[in-house]
C-alpha cells in the first residue's frame, strides 16, 4: 500500500509539472502568486486521492516551477487514469459520491461511483475569467461534468435549444460555479445585441470605480435604471459620467475595450463577454468592496422582465439585468447575473435573438438550475435520472 502511495503522490506530482512546463503563455495568470498555486494544486490533487484509501495527507515537496497552471489542465491532472471526466468541485470539508465516466476497452464507457473529499475554494477572478475564456464554442452541450450531459436534465436543456432552433432562432449561455470554476454551457461564443442587459455591468462600474459620484440624483438615476430600466436614466448617466468606468471595467475583467462606443450603449457581446463582465460585478460586489456595494448590490435583488429572476427568485437569492429589444435590425431577450444556491454562488449568462420567447426562457433557467444541482452534488446523478418526470 505505501509503494501505491508512493507511486500515486510522484505521478500527480509529475503531471503538475508536465502541465506547468507546457503551459502556453495564454494561460498563464497574470496576477496571482503562481507558485502559491501549483503548490495548492499539487496538495488538493494529492489529498482527494488519498480519500479513496482512507489516509490522510503526506507532506509534499516544496519546488515548483514559478509559472501559472491553466484551470483545465489542473482538472486533466486530477483526474484518475483512464477517466474521461474533468471535475473542478470543491466542497466545503465534505465527501460526495461523484460518478464518473471510464472508457473500459471491452464495454466503453462505464459508470463508476467514487467517494472523494473534497477542500472548498474561495472564488479567484483571474481563475474564473480564464475558465470562461476556454469554454469551447459549438453546436453541442459543453460541461466540465461529461457524466452530466447524459442526465435527463441535459435532455431538456436540448430539448428547448432545438425548439429554438426548429424555429430560426439563437440562443447561448453560461452557468458558471463561482467556487469550483465548473462549466455547462452552449454556443459561448455567439454575438448577441446586448440590450438593457448592458446596463447591469455600467451601474456596477460606475459605484466601484467612481463611488464619489454617488450622490442623491445620481443614486435615483442609477436605480431607475437597474429596477425599471430606463433608457433616460441610462442616457443621463452616460452624459455625465461617459465610458471611462466600462474601460476600467473591461481591464478589470479581461474582455476587450471594442465592445465600448461612445455613440452605442447598447453594443453587441458574445455570451462569454457578459459572463466576464458579471464574474467582475459579482467581485465587486462581495470580494473587492467598497462603501457602495451593498447598495448598488440591492438594486439588482428584483429587476424588471427578468426571466431569472421569476423562475428563480422565489426560492433563491438572484441578482440581475435583463435586456429585450425588438426593431427591424436588433432584436434580443437576455439575462444576466448571480445566483445564490445552497451555500454556494453561480453566474448564469443567457442571451438570445428571439424576443417573444420569454417563457421558453424562463424554462431554460428553471433547466439550469436542475443542471446547478446535479453538478454541485445537490443531487445525485442516479437519484436525478429516477426522479427526473
Not at 509534499?60 to 489542473?74: C, K, N, R, V, Y
Not at 465527501?95 to 472564488?123: F, K, N
Amino acid at each position: 500500500m505505501k509503494k501505491s502511495i508512493h507511486l500515486l503522490n510522484e505521478s500527480l506530482l509529475s503531471k503538475i509539472r508536465c502541465v506547468v512546463k507546457d503551459a502556453s503563455p495564454d494561460s498563464i495568470l497574470p496576477h496571482i502568486d503562481r507558485e502559491q498555486v501549483v503548490q495548492t494544486a499539487a496538495a488538493m490533487l494529492f489529498t482527494a486521492s488519498l480519500s479513496v484509501f482512507g489516509l490522510k495527507t503526506a507532506e509534499l515537496p516544496q519546488e515548483f516551477p514559478d509559472t501559472g497552471i491553466a484551470l483545465q489542465s489542473l482538472s486533466d491532472a486530477a483526474s484518475p487514469s483512464g477517466q474521461s471526466s474533468k471535475t473542478g468541485a470543491l466542497l466545503q470539508g465534505s465527501s460526495q459520491t461523484v460518478v464518473t465516466l471510464r472508457e473500459d476497452s471491452s464495454t466503453g464507457l462505464t459508470e463508476i461511483q467514487d467517494s472523494v473529499s473534497y477542500a472548498y475554494v474561495q472564488p479567484d477572478l483571474d481563475i474564473l475569467l480564464s475558465a470562461v475564456a476556454a469554454l469551447p464554442d459549438g453546436e453541442e452541450l459543453f460541461c466540465t461534468r461529461p457524466e452530466v450531459l447524459l442526465s435527463p436534465q441535459a435532455e431538456h436543456v436540448r430539448s428547448i435549444i432545438q425548439g429554438f432552433q426548429e424555429t430560426g432562432r439563437s440562443l447561448g449561455f453560461i452557468l458558471l460555479d463561482l467556487n469550483s470554476g465548473d462549466c455547462f454551457s452552449f454556443h459561448p461564443d455567439g454575438r448577441f445585441y446586448s440590450a438593457s442587459t448592458m446596463k447591469g455591468p455600467y451601474v456596477a462600474a460606475l459605484n466601484k470605480f467612481r463611488p464619489e459620484a454617488s450622490d442623491e440624483y445620481t443614486r435615483d438615476l442609477m436605480e431607475n435604471t437597474i429596477v425599471w430600466s430606463s433608457n433616460e436614466d441610462y442616457e443621463t448617466l452616460h452624459h455625465l459620467y461617459g465610458n471611462d468606468v466600462m474601460f476600467d471595467m473591461t481591464e478589470y475583467t479581461a474582455v476587450s475595450d471594442s465592445i465600448i462606443d461612445d455613440y452605442n450603449w447598447y453594443p453587441y457581446l458574445t455570451v462569454k463577454e457578459l459572463a466576464q463582465l458579471w464574474i467582475g460585478t459579482y467581485f465587486y460586489f462581495f470580494e473587492d468592496t467598497n462603501e457602495q456595494s451593498n447598495w448598488c448590490r440591492s438594486l439588482y435583488a428584483d429587476t424588471a422582465e427578468s426571466f431569472i429572476g421569476s423562475a428563480l427568485g422565489e426560492e433563491y437569492t438572484v441578482y440581475t439585468k435583463a435586456g429585450w429589444y425588438t426593431d427591424w435590425e436588433d432584436t434580443a431577450r437576455n439575462d444576466a447575473g448571480i445566483l445564490r444556491a445552497d451555500g454556494r454562488d453561480y453566474i448564469l449568462t443567457i442571451m438570445s435573438d428571439s424576443f417573444d420567447s420569454y417563457d421558453e426562457l424562463e424554462e431554460l433557467a428553471a433547466a439550469l438550475n436542475e443542471i446547478r444541482r446535479l453538478y454541485s452534488g445537490e443531487i445525485e446523478m442516479t437519484e436525478a435520472a429516477a426522479d427526473f418526470p
